[in-house]
């Protein structure tokens, strides 16, 4: 007997440290699984509160920019700000510019922006005007942060669905967008419902846990400002002094109990217990009809999720607390029971009710009220613990997104676009040359020569001619138009004819259109200029083909955007906007509108004269400068070509205009 009782104290010992254990589990902090805290333009980690925020070159996040600026605040400019330590240095960008972050749990995430506008050198911070985006949303248009001597920080609520969260800071005008500060956290997916009331009309809002917000206003009712560091999820709540409009009717009161957490309710993570403890309360009185009114300036005419933080820690007995809650003129709940939303009637229950207002007034003010209930039996009272506005019609991103692709799938992207560049020249050279050596010789035509000279062995390769043959070894004069590939060299450069060289359809001894593998060699040129595959299914849709996204930028005429951020500063733009150009007649639709092989080389020559000549020609514009060159300076009259075992001669190249280089060809064959 004395064994059976032993034993059941152990059962119930057990029993309650499991309970025990599932309580505090409960209560714990949520941690979330993306957390990054970027200290914009310093060098330096900032510790804030129980946070450290990172320097944003300590690889937390990736920046992509081609030209950033870390700019620095007085120390009187920001010493007496809350957290001043986080707004002392910002980030100026004078392009479009990124920061890409890892999504290691796809779901709700808060992102918050910090701003606080300074002057550095000839940098003014409150003149600042600018967008900023995500690849689905727009965050900020046409965004001026005031200049009040207060730190703004912008907050949203977004349910992500990449793997790679990019913000992206895009200047309007002259100006320079810049941020002090950016937060990226992930949140519970349960903080916000995907069915929610709504008014006027009366229904259900569906889709709403989808839905990309803003966060308007944060308000502890009643209490005192809650900060990062007493939110589980750092948010900040500031007082209602600011909003509300009658105290001469209320009482602040508050609750030093502990609150009764339910599953079914409230969590911590949906307030903290700062909020949950504090409320403001409507002053008994004989007339029934006086509310309690808190208004607030939004946006007109645009649609809000209203959360409403209630917890009875007022009444001494349960079913005595009942009340109404007002949108603008509009009832959002009668005769509401806080003691029924607990088991058995507790009372000090966390609880939270959401409610959709699809359109606010036009007037941009809106009002929050609680009444009293209209039953005969029930004095008049009421509650309000918190208040949460969030705008929901964010509008959607058209803003589109360099994504910074990581340092390996950049170099070997460099690498195997060299490479199969490389061995598509050598093969489209030897073929072109056997198709040639069919043909019957053009006459040849001297002519001066121009200032500047096509690239050395491969000037063979003409749009006019088609036609190879041997060079005639004389001392000055030419009998022929083309230079001939020795058999070795092809036999060399192909490694002994193996056909898994052979770039595109076709190969040795097979069919080959002339047009044919000037598409892939375009698409050559794009990877070896941005640095990344052609085909990266890790990307948004919009970026996966190579050709097609390059494409869209380069008829918009802002290839740049998109170049290899180490070469980027390097290039000249008249060599990139004739690059481009190049490019885009390569990736033509159509066979009849791509040019020969040999005119593609032609224009690559050019682009390298662009890019090494000196400022004589920095003002060339080079989307027409071949078809403008005069007749006699379209081709080199003469030019020296050594082959192993030959001497030198000069060889006169006849018929080879450029001014139709990318004209509508006849050969309409496959692409």
């Not at 509160?49 to 007085?74: C, K, M, W, Y």
């Not at 206003?217 to 900060?227: F, P, S, W």
Request: charge should be negative; glycine fraction near 6%.
């Amino acid at each position: 007997m004395v064994m059976d009782t032993r034993t059941v104290k152990l059962k119930l010992l057990l029993g309650l440290s499991v309970v025990v254990w599932i309580l505090g589990t409960c209560n714990a902090d949520f941690t979330p699984a993306d957390n990054y805290l970027i200290n914009c333009g310093s060098t330096v980690d900032a510790t804030v509160g129980r946070r450290v925020f990172s320097a944003d070159n300590s690889g937390e996040t990736i920046l992509t920019s081609p030209q950033s600026t870390a700019v620095t605040a007085s120390l009187n400019s920001v010493s007496g700000l809350d957290n001043g330590l986080l707004y002392q240095t910002a980030r100026v960008f004078a392009v479009r510019s990124s920061y890409s972050f890892k999504i290691r749990r796809q779901g709700r995430h808060f992102v918050r922006l910090h701003f606080f506008p300074f002057r550095y050198q000839s940098y003014d911070l409150a003149t600042s005007n600018f967008k900023v985006s995500t690849q689905d949303v727009v965050l900020l248009n046409n965004f001026t942060v005031p200049s009040n001597s207060s730190p703004v920080v912008m907050e949203y609520s977004l349910n992500i669905t990449k793997d790679m969260l990019i913000l992206t800071f895009v200047p309007l005008g002259n100006s320079t967008p810049f941020v002090n500060a950016i937060e990226v956290i992930s949140v519970p997916d349960d903080l916000i419902s995907d069915s929610v009331q709504t008014l006027e009309p009366i229904g259900q809002y569906l889709g709403l846990s989808v839905q990309p917000m803003q966060t308007f206003y944060r308000v502890n009712v009643g209490g005192l400002k809650v900060t990062a560091d007493n939110d589980t999820l750092w948010r900040t709540w500031v007082t209602d002094q600011s909003f509300f409009l009658n105290s001469t009717t209320t009482q602040a009161v508050s609750f030093p109990g502990k609150l009764n957490y339910q599953g079914s309710a409230a969590s911590q993570e949906d307030a903290p217990d700062s909020v949950y403890s504090t409320a403001r309360r409507l002053l008994a009185q004989n007339n029934t009809s006086s509310n309690m009114t808190w208004q607030f300036n939004v946006d007109g005419q645009s649609s809000y999720l209203i959360r409403f933080h209630f917890c009875d820690i007022v009444s001494k007995a349960a079913y005595q607390l009942l009340f109404d809650v007002y949108v603008d003129s509009l009832s959002a709940s009668k005769d509401l029971d806080l003691s029924t939303k607990g088991f058995g009637g507790t009372l000090a229950v966390p609880y939270f009710m959401d409610i959709v207002l699809e359109s606010s007034d036009p007037s941009g003010k809106l009002a929050i009220s609680i009444g009293p209930s209209s039953l005969n039996n029930v004095s008049p009272d009421g509650i309000l613990n918190g208040l949460e506005i969030m705008k929901m019609n964010i509008s959607t991103g058209s803003v589109e997104i360099v994504p910074p692709p990581s340092a390996a799938k950049q170099h070997l992207a460099v690498i195997l676009g060299s490479v199969l560049g490389g061995v598509a020249a050598i093969l489209i050279a030897s073929v072109l040359c056997i198709f040639c050596r069919r043909k019957k010789p053009q006459p040849p035509t001297r002519r001066p020569s121009n200032s500047w000279t096509p690239l050395n062995g491969l000037s063979f390769l003409t749009t006019g001619s088609r036609t190879t043959s041997r060079t005639t070894l004389t001392s000055g004069t030419t009998t022929d138009t083309s230079y001939r590939i020795p058999f070795v060299v092809l036999h060399d450069a192909t490694n002994h004819f193996d056909e898994q060289m052979v770039i595109g359809i076709g190969g040795f001894g097979k069919k080959l259109t002339d047009k044919s593998d000037v598409y892939s060699f375009g698409v050559v040129l794009l990877e070896v200029i941005c640095a990344r595959p052609v085909i990266d299914p890790t990307l948004p849709r919009e970026m996966i083909n190579l050709a097609e996204w390059a494409i869209k930028w380069q008829k918009r005429g802002e290839l740049e955007q998109i170049v290899d951020q180490r070469i980027a500063g390097t290039i000249r733009p008249e060599a990139l906007r004739k690059y481009g150009e190049t490019v885009e007649k390569c990736l033509a639709e159509y066979g009849v509108e791509r040019p020969t092989m040999g005119d593609v080389l032609w224009n690559l020559e050019f682009v390298l004269q662009l890019q090494e000549a000196g400022p004589d020609i920095s003002n060339i514009d080079s989307m027409n400068q071949i078809s403008e060159l005069p007749s006699n300076a379209k081709r080199v009259s003469s030019l020296e070509i050594s082959t192993a075992g030959e001497s030198c001669t000069n060889v006169d190249y006849t018929d080879m205009s450029t001014s139709n280089a990318f004209s509508q060809l006849i050969n309409a064959e496959g692409r």
